[in-house]
């Protein structure tokens, strides 16, 4: 059977022991758990002595998991054992170094798939390393701030007007989102106070034309709504319509960083069935309010996956 490792890092600020004690002991993990974050009905039972946990769900499936080794404050394994949607095992390690009260936290998994999805190998580890560099950012939250700066609300269905839009297409790598789409974003909010501000009518969007984690490629575009389209507009900006829909909608409020975690539930939602993605219609998110006079916690933003 293909085998695949997972390894991911994260630099916490705070000492060793502060740290360690939200990891060897399973009842904290719903606090900072990548996956029950997206489905917080789950089912989890926790071990009296918190070694031990098992969870069923019907987005994140079942499994269970029990503490085989820990060395205090700097290193745990686990075994790990998932029950649906299919059978496999794994180890999980965690290896914690302090250095001048930061400590460094790495998350490692091994495992292997199934024959039969030998060729998922590869996305495989692309999805699960994303599921744990979320995991690792909301553990930081939890250490260094006591709580996660992460909460979504499940909204469900919606339905949306028609959405004109003057706006900016973007092509670059996974790593470049952040800082393209900020310049993207300034450079659109000026053109348009200068030449359309009467043609403002509500919140900004980004629309994911292409978002491929193992190609490490998106395209999208950074979007204003207007009235109405404009006659015609100079180059880097264009125009467009999000048509009327209706869509299934997560809102995600807290930093941008954990935005990840509403557009992984929206995924697994979608690959568990509970709504039917209309592939016609790109998914986009909605900015409810801006960085520019929010609190990056409070920040809102709802993620758009339209329907059939």
Request: glycine fraction near 4%; charged fraction near 25%.
């Amino acid at each position: 059977m293909p085998k695949f490792q997972i390894i991911k890092t994260i630099q916490i600020h705070k000492k060793a022991d502060a740290v360690f004690k939200y990891i060897n002991d399973f009842h904290f993990w719903p606090k900072w758990s990548p996956w029950l974050i997206v489905e917080p009905q789950t089912h989890v039972e926790v071990q009296q002595d918190g070694k031990y946990f098992s969870w069923e769900g019907k987005i994140t499936g079942s499994g269970a998991m029990r503490i085989e080794e820990e060395q205090e404050n700097k290193a745990l394994l686990c075994d790990l054992q998932f029950f649906k949607p299919w059978k496999s095992k794994a180890k999980t390690t965690f290896h914690l170094t302090e250095d001048k009260g930061t400590t460094e936290v790495t998350w490692k998994m091994d495992s292997q798939l199934p024959f039969f999805l030998f060729w998922m190998k590869k996305s495989m580890e692309i999805f699960i390393g994303m599921d744990y560099e979320r995991g690792l950012k909301l553990l930081k939250n939890l250490c260094e701030d006591g709580k996660v700066h992460s909460q979504l609300e499940f909204r469900n269905l919606e339905s949306l007007p028609e959405m004109p839009y003057i706006g900016i297409e973007t092509q670059c790598r996974l790593c470049e989102l952040g800082p393209k789409m900020a310049t993207d974003f300034g450079t659109l909010m000026a053109y348009i106070e200068e030449n359309y501000a009467d043609l403002k009518a509500g919140d900004s969007f980004t629309i994911y034309h292409d978002f491929n984690p193992v190609k490490d490629h998106a395209r999208y575009t950074a979007a204003f709504p207007v009235h109405r389209l404009p006659e015609s507009l100079e180059p880097p900006f264009i125009s467009g319509v999000i048509p009327e829909l209706k869509a299934h909608v997560v809102r995600h409020r807290g930093p941008y960083e954990h935005l990840g975690n509403a557009w992984s539930a929206q995924l697994m939602y979608q690959r568990a069935k509970v709504f039917k993605l209309n592939k016609k219609i790109p998914a986009f998110e909605i900015y409810r309010n801006s960085p520019l006079d929010t609190a990056p916690n409070d920040l809102i933003t709802d993620i758009f996956f339209a329907v059939k």
